[in-house]
């Protein structure tokens, strides 16, 4: 079946730091990737996605490339901001993306001024 | 942006009752919604896919008769936990794919829903 394994946290960080978190998937066929994004008391964000080996997904400063000679969809940013701090989700949907997600556990990323 | 709601945010229940939890999508046609469960310091797992007029789709392992779904109109989805149990207790979150979305992969999802049941 699918999964999704990213790194635990929580992880911490001062202002400005860079940042990575590991996300790898096991799946069959051409899923799509995402990373979500959770406020404290908000629903879910689609932060950012790609569709397809080797397409890079951007949206606010964060990267991601999906990976598939290695499985993997790690998230970076160059310089974390105060206002990054929340849970981030990795997740995949089977090809086609007409099925639910599968999801990480995600990972609680504090930022520190 | 689209927005998605759930109500209640939070429910105390004591075991053996029913609980309904609904998901709403408050701008836009939903022609389908998921629900997840997620317990704590877990994943987000899948239970169930429902669309508009016909029966949800449970995934494996999930007892479609103690966790009645109902997806009665294009904006509104309702999660019935019947005969709930403390090991039912976690957080519920609902998404909703809108009916004219360019892209099938869009979801938008709902703050969720705490249920603890004593």
């Known amino acids: 079946g699918n999964s999704v394994t990213q790194m635990e946290g929580p992880v911490t960080l001062s202002e400005e730091a860079f940042l990575t978190i590991n996300c790898t998937y096991t799946a069959t066929g051409y899923p799509s990737l995402f990373w979500y994004v959770q406020y404290p008391g908000e629903g879910l964000q689609l932060l950012l996605k790609a569709t397809k080996a080797d397409d890079k997904g951007s949206n606010k400063g964060f990267e991601a490339t999906y990976r598939k000679e290695t499985t993997s969809f790690h998230l970076e940013k160059g310089s974390v901001q105060v206002s990054d701090s929340a849970v981030y989700f990795c997740a995949l949907s089977p090809g086609g993306g007409a099925d639910g997600l599968t999801f990480g556990k995600g990972t609680h990323l504090i930022i520190q001024p | 942006g689209a927005v998605v709601s759930q109500h209640p945010s939070r429910v105390i229940c004591k075991s053996g009752t029913s609980v309904k939890i609904e998901c709403r999508s408050l701008d836009f046609q939903a022609t389908t919604m998921f629900w997840y469960r997620q317990f704590p310091k877990q994943s987000l797992m899948l239970m169930a896919t429902?669309?508009?007029?016909?029966?949800?789709?449970?995934e494996q392992g999930v007892e479609k008769d103690k966790f009645l779904i109902n997806h009665a109109s294009l904006t509104l989805s309702t999660l019935t936990v019947t005969s709930a149990h403390p090991e039912d207790s976690s957080f519920y979150i609902c998404?909703?794919?809108?009916?004219?979305?360019?892209?099938?992969?869009?979801?938008?999802f709902g703050p969720g829903t705490r249920l603890l049941v004593l």
């Open positions: 998404s909703a794919r809108p009916r004219l979305a360019v892209n099938q992969e869009t979801q938008y």
């Open positions: 429902s669309n508009e007029g016909s029966k949800a789709t449970y």
